[in-house]
């Protein structure tokens, strides 16, 4: 059974940081695309944040671009989102994914900030 888990959101002020973190079980982060994407209050769309594909090539939303991270841990099957220079409009559940081809979510991650 594949499941991912995702932790380290929370409270910040704009220009703070935060790191997020996913941890997965029943499938090996390093030979899929993995990402994180984010769920903004009342919507109801996710959006790529940043995604990584098998070779450690990197793209991220122009929003975040310069200000996010993403990285993997293949040994720990770890994925992590370093986020700098948080802004308000950041504020959003955040969500692990991997795959295609079989895609998996995690159950989020709460990050808000504030003014």
């Known amino acids: 059974q594949v499941q991912l888990v995702e932790s380290g959101g929370g409270l910040v002020q704009a220009g703070g940081s935060l790191r997020l973190s996913c941890v997965a079980s029943?499938?090996?982060?390093?030979?899929?695309?993995v990402g994180w994407y984010r769920q903004a209050p009342g919507t109801q769309q996710r959006e790529l944040v940043a995604?990584?594909?098998?070779?450690?090539?990197?793209d991220y939303a122009d929003s975040v671009e310069g200000r996010f991270t993403i990285s993997r841990d293949n040994a720990k099957n770890m994925l992590y989102l370093q986020m700098n220079s948080l802004k308000p409009e950041d504020t959003a559940i955040y969500y692990c994914?991997?795959?295609?081809?079989?895609?998996?979510w995690g159950q989020g991650t709460q990050v808000t900030v504030s003014s």
């Open positions: 995604g990584l594909d098998s070779g450690e090539r990197a």
């Open positions: 994914k991997t795959g295609p081809p079989q895609n998996y």
């Open positions: 029943g499938i090996i982060f390093g030979i899929n695309y």
